[in-house]
């Protein structure tokens, strides 16, 4: 079984300020890690995956992650934030080959505030 | 990219009905399709995982006879409450994968208030 931990749940940032999130998993196998981003009243977005290959990710809207194996973790940061970066940020993790079937499994979220 | 929409967009309803919720890949086919349960400022729990043209398999405390899923075609997926009581409104969200993109991706959820 996996789990997820987001080990913070709010974080206000001041607009055009670095910003990361942290994600923590565990499991007993490979792992394919995510982040999300969920607007107000909305589904969720995928910023960026991991699957294998190089550690560092990039995805949508200017945020990468680094997948640490040894500290298992995947933590999500960008370099300047914006005002339209606030959202709510889900780490999750799947397991298995055919991980497109597999469970995820969430974090608690992180509540990313930017501050004008 | 892929879409997955979901219809109704918020619903309201009285104590005793039954609502359903439809859950559509708009261009893709999507085998297995998933249905969350959001709770407000939570995450997401998976409550169950639909694969077409076979039973749902549901997450430990799911009540299947409650939160009747079906899957009857490769691009649909529909969700059933049953008998809603207040204690059923939440936000619900669908996910959808063909087994051949390598990610789930999500409809914009269907909020369901039940008075």
């Known amino acids: 079984a996996q789990s997820v931990t987001q080990l913070d749940s709010q974080v206000p940032v001041f607009e055009e300020a670095p910003v990361e999130l942290r994600c923590n998993y565990s499991s007993s196998v490979s792992v394919y890690l995510f982040w999300y981003v969920q607007y107000p009243n909305q589904g969720l977005q995928l910023l960026l995956k991991?699957?294998?290959?190089?550690?560092l990710v990039k995805g949508i809207n200017g945020f990468e992650a680094e997948f640490n194996k040894s500290q298992t973790s995947f933590h999500l940061r960008k370099p300047s934030v914006h005002i339209s970066d606030t959202a709510e940020y889900f780490c999750?993790?799947?397991?298995?080959?055919?991980?497109?079937?597999?469970?995820?499994?969430f974090g608690t979220g992180t509540r990313l505030t930017i501050i004008p | 990219g892929a879409v997955v929409s979901q219809h109704p967009s918020w619903v309201i309803c009285k104590s005793g009905t039954s609502v359903k919720i439809e859950c559509r890949s708009l261009?893709?086919?999507?085998?297995?399709m998933f249905w969350y349960r959001q709770f407000p400022k939570q995450s997401l729990m998976l409550m169950a995982t639909s694969n077409e043209g076979s039973k749902a398999t549901y997450e430990q405390g799911v009540e299947k006879d409650k939160f009747l899923i079906n899957h009857a075609s490769l691009t649909l997926s529909t969700l059933t409450v049953t008998s809603a009581h207040p204690e059923d409104s939440s936000f619900y969200i669908c996910s959808a994968t063909s087994g051949v993109v390598d990610t789930q991706y999500f409809g914009p959820g269907t909020r369901l208030t039940v008075l």
């Open positions: 261009d893709f086919q999507a085998t297995t």
């Open positions: 999750a993790v799947s397991a298995g080959f055919n991980f497109g079937n597999e469970k995820l499994t």
């Open positions: 991991y699957l294998s290959g190089s550690t």
